[in-house]
């Protein structure tokens, strides 16, 4: 069976047991795990495909929450790694009103980022497989050169690329290394996925079509721009577009909510086992982003990342 690859940070989030109070007037928080990879991961697995995370974590009691989460929800963690050099990744999270967040990292560094590429050569991929990654782990660091590997090992293995940049400019020491990693790896990618919130500082383009075209660039195949609320689309080489309008529900959390949709598409294209990304999004590309959009959709509904991640069953049901 066809698999995805998560690779990069999976940490435990701090969440508040109230809303729409900064991050510094917080008292009491929730801990969960989480980290966009892991989150993508774990909706992969929820819907019915399988999915394998690529990380690092410390030997400490977070990095066993995050292993003993994975495997209940049937995760593989073969080939997650532990070290003693770094504590794993911890993030605090503030609510606002609508459910949008702040966030204040832990990671200086974290035992994601000191991930060796060496620990490449051990993955079983196969034709057909799919990697996903996003920036947040594409700083300088072995980890990044894990990333460099990984899109390597899946060329040679005809795998499908899905790259989500997910900025987080407090992880940066400068918003221009950001976006330059993030350039460096687009042109890698055959599917790219971008929010409206990101794509003017990721391409400098104010005109979204200008934008959105200015990413097809090297390999990429697909750009899948997303609007929060107000839906998403898929737009194609040729200048195929498909839209969904999205779902109207009652947010209370955004937290993984973008990593769930990118998740819920994915798991599509393994189960759709041999057809081609851009034969695939031509002939199904609408009713893959209603069901992503749903899967979305749901995930807002409740607090966290993972916990709200809906199963196949619940969203059949929906």
Request: charge should be negative.
């Amino acid at each position: 069976m066809r698999r995805l690859f998560a690779i990069g940070e999976a940490l435990i989030d701090f969440m508040p047991t109230v809303t729409d109070t900064a991050l510094k007037d917080v008292e009491q928080f929730s801990r969960q795990v989480g980290g966009a990879p892991c989150n993508v991961a774990c909706t992969v697995q929820k819907l019915g495909a399988q999915a394998e995370m690529i990380t690092q974590l410390g030997n400490d009691a977070f990095g066993d929450i995050i292993v003993e989460t994975l495997n209940q929800i049937g995760v593989g963690t073969d080939y997650i790694k532990r070290t003693d050099e770094a504590n794993t990744a911890l993030a605090f999270v503030s609510l606002k009103a609508d459910g949008q967040r702040d966030f204040s990292f832990y990671r200086k560094p974290s035992a994601d980022m000191l991930y060796e590429a060496q620990n490449i050569e051990d993955l079983d991929v196969g034709k057909g497989d799919v990697l996903h990654f996003c920036s947040v782990d594409l700083v300088d660091s072995p980890m990044k050169q894990a990333h460099l590997a990984m899109v390597e090992k899946f060329n040679q293995h005809q795998g499908t690329i899905v790259f989500d940049p997910n900025v987080r400019l407090p992880l940066w020491d400068n918003k221009e290394d950001c976006r330059n990693a993030i350039l460096t790896f687009i042109p890698k990618a055959h599917v790219v996925k971008v929010s409206d919130e990101e794509i003017e500082f990721i391409t400098r383009e104010q005109d979204e079509s200008k934008a959105i075209e200015s990413l097809f660039v090297g390999n990429v195949e697909a750009v899948i721009y997303t609007r929060g609320a107000k839906g998403a689309s898929i737009y194609l080489k040729d200048g195929t577009v498909k839209h969904h309008e999205g779902f109207k529900v009652k947010a209370i959390d955004t937290t993984g909510a973008g990593d769930a949709f990118i998740g819920a598409v994915i798991s599509q294209i393994l189960i759709q086992q041999d057809m081609a990304i851009e034969s695939l999004f031509k002939q199904q590309g609408e009713s893959i982003l209603q069901f992503s959009n749903l899967v979305a959709a749901k995930v807002t509904t409740k607090y966290g990342a993972i916990e709200s991640i809906p199963t196949l069953e619940e969203i059949d049901n929906a």
